[in-house]
């Protein structure tokens, strides 16, 4: 039994993957007409760029992998106790085989018996317990994610709005088969640099 370690099981970037199958931001209600684009009224902007430049992501991190990290050395000590207790009961059974009486040496292997049940349910109960503190050490993440997303969602509606833009587009989105959503944009604005600085100024 070796549950795997939270930090490396939880990243930002996996959630955001998750996050992100919603790769068109609306920011008005206005219908796009042809010669928009040319009007500079459509622009893209970089989200997961935005997200890894935000200077509150570092923080919300550490949070998680300090709570990762002492669930992890919880689940270690678990672990340890574990081994050794395997070790003591290889040690006493090998002493019981050296018993000479019968009656004896049966009585002696039935306790040992007891014993290796209880701790083949202690080793159930803690891979249970490494389980559920992933668990949470994931939902962590993500509502710290989804906070941080949430921000940026609305900074970016709102610049959009006080530069005139009508529609903004993640261009580094995939559709479901993989596929860029952006093929080509010559002459779009991207305004990811702007969104960086917005999202930082009061940080």
Do not use: C, W
Not at 61 to 89: C, H
Not at 147 to 153: A, D, K, P, V
């Amino acid at each position: 039994m070796r549950p795997n370690l939270f930090i490396a099981s939880v990243s930002f970037a996996a959630i955001i993957a998750l996050t992100f199958n919603s790769y068109t931001i609306y920011v008005s209600q206005n219908k796009l007409s042809p010669d928009l684009n040319r009007q500079g009224r459509v622009v893209t902007v970089y989200i997961d760029a935005v997200f890894d430049s935000h200077n509150g992501r570092l923080k919300l991190q550490q949070e998680v992998d300090i709570k990762a990290k002492a669930f992890t050395d919880e689940i270690e000590e678990l672990k340890k106790k574990s081994i050794e207790t395997a070790a003591s009961l290889e040690k006493k059974r090998l002493a019981i085989g050296q018993i000479e009486d019968l009656e004896a040496r049966q009585k002696e292997q039935a306790g040992l018996v007891d014993e290796v049940r209880k701790l083949r349910k202690f080793e159930l109960e803690v891979a249970e317990k490494a389980r559920g503190y992933q668990d949470q050490v994931a939902k962590a993440s993500a509502v710290a994610a989804a906070s941080i997303l949430e921000e940026i969602y609305q900074l970016v509606e709102r610049k959009s709005k006080s530069l005139g833009y009508t529609q903004v587009i993640n261009s580094k989105a995939l559709d479901k088969n993989g596929v860029p959503i952006v093929l080509y944009d010559h002459d779009v604005i991207d305004f990811t640099s702007v969104i960086i600085d917005e999202v930082n100024k009061s940080k």
